[in-house]
């Protein structure tokens, strides 16, 4: 086998090139294997990042339920500082208890959401009528005692909420 007809010519060369070769391929896997440990590891992280609980989550939903609960909580503040009176809201402050619970995969009953109000049943009941006729809110009879109503932010209110809190500094 010559050179020329390559029969004979091939396997010289293999066996030149191929630890050569060889030495390419194991560096290239070397390499291939340190590139493919990268990514992994940054996928793994997101993976985590997106299985953390909510409140673990430094996400844009996260932030804007902490803005709602913030909110909330300075509601209840003034009005034990302040006349009732003067900040009475019961729609908003349904609104931001409905978004908090939202965001902790919780439905309110009516009574819960009436606490919530800190007004008069019969006015908070009004306002979430009120609320359900601007498609702000769902109810639902509740499955397990049907004298109840479950109230929850419907998608129009969720995206609402969500619009004004992020608009918030």
């Not at 060889?22 to 290239?28: C, D, I, K, P, R």
Request: hydrophobic content about 45%; aromatic content about 4%.
């Amino acid at each position: 086998m010559t050179a020329d007809s390559g029969k004979g010519a091939a396997p010289r060369h293999v066996v030149t090139g191929g630890i050569v070769n060889e030495e390419a391929v194991v560096s290239l896997i070397k390499d291939l294997t340190s590139r493919l440990s990268a990514v992994a590891e940054e996928f793994s992280g997101r993976v985590e990042r997106v299985d953390a609980p909510a409140d673990a989550r430094p996400d844009v939903v996260v932030s804007l339920a902490q803005k709602a609960r913030t909110l909330s909580d300075q509601r209840r503040l003034r009005r034990r500082s302040l006349p009732a009176e003067l900040f009475h809201e019961p729609a908003w402050d349904m609104m931001l208890a409905l978004y908090i619970a939202h965001d902790e995969g919780r439905v309110l009953n009516v009574k819960s959401l009436v606490a919530c109000a800190d007004a008069p049943v019969t006015t908070s009941q009004r306002w979430i009528e009120h609320l359900h006729k601007l498609r702000l809110v769902n109810r639902v009879v509740d499955s397990v005692d049907r004298r109840r109503l479950e109230v929850s932010l419907s998608q129009n209110g969720v995206e609402a909420m969500e619009a004004y809190l992020s608009a918030l500094p």
